[in-house]
């Protein structure tokens, strides 16, 4: 075994035996919370961040995009919803990210929803959330990080506060717009993501409606802003209203898609029955959602060719399910819960046995492999 099989092999036994048999006992948020701390800890010096980036992380010139005028090192990121305040950004590229997304942030601060809003269901793979946009707002946000070096492409995710003032088309256009311009103010970060998606906040997904989407998206053309924008779409939306959504998104200057956010579908065959008897409100990550994501990320890039950048998640918690992801047509992919379930050991290893599969099948890098094996949608 290679000393890159034997450190990955190691993180993963000392994660599965010790880590997560302790961790899962405990409430899944506050299990968070304490990993944030530990991962704000360990990123906040140059030697922790070399142990670690020594212990987790795989590099391959293979990899490697030019993607929007940004270089990826790898097209693994962290998806918006782990690191809501930017406090993971120092610890990212060791533990073996290509890339990561803060947030989502919105302009004003929000404590949550009621508790519990964080829960796992083990079984099915699969993490309920419903924590309506917990983040400490804009402001705090952009000025915490704006004199942070990153060594890494950084998003920003927006989404609209969660508040009811925000459900009046207006306002809440208003209060997109005004979270972009704290960024944009101090000009961190690589890209932002347009949350449009967020199932578990007032109003809900209310800028899925098209006139709507349309209407937000003029206003995001007015900002000329400095970074490509990505639009977070739904994942239960069928082919026919994804459609209708990026026909909208095609005439306004947005750079990329992202499919999809969480599921909201309590009837997917991936869920464990007793499981779901216990969910309590919310909507969820991980399996459940990875049919459903692949199924769009092919149709869109079928039918919009190069039209938009691609990032496919949910449900990857392998080298093999980011492949899936990439044949289909995605550029880049993100995760969450495979990480949770399987460790942060896990992101060295996908991008080891990513480089494996693509030298397999005989292509000479990752940008070689991306829409190669386009299913019929
Ligand atoms: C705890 C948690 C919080 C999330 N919060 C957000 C969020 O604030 N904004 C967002 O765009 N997506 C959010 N998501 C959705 C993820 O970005 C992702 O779309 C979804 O979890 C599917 O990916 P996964 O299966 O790899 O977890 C959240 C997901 C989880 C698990």
Redesign the pocket.
Known sequence: MSLTGLKQKTNEIIYSNIIKRIAFKFDAERV?NSFTLVGRFLGSNFLTRKIIEFDFSYQNKKLEQNILGIHFRNPIGL????D?NADLVKILPGVGFGFGTI??VTHGKYGGNEKPR?GRLPNSRS?L?N?G?KNKGAKAIAGKIKNIEIEIPLGV?I?KTNCKETCDEKEGIKDYINCIKEFEKVNVGNYY?L?I??PNAFGGEDFTEEKKLDRLLTETDKLELRKPLFL?MP?DFSVRKTEELCNIAKNHKVEGLIF???TKNRKRKEFDREEMKRAGKGAF???P??EA?NKLIAFVRKKYKRRFVIIG????FSAQDVYEKIKLGADLV?????MIYNGPSLIGKINYRLTKLIEKEGFNNIREAVGKGLIKV
Not at 79 to 82: D, I, P, R, S, V
Not at 313 to 316: K, R, T, Y
Not at 334 to 338: A, K, V
């Open positions: 968070h998806a918006a919803g782990f809501y947030g989502s964080l993490l959330v924590k946009l995710s989404a993501e949350n998606s967020c977070k994942v999809g956010n969480l990550s991980g399996l959602t990875k994501s998640l949910g449900g990857v993100q995760l969450i819960t495979g």
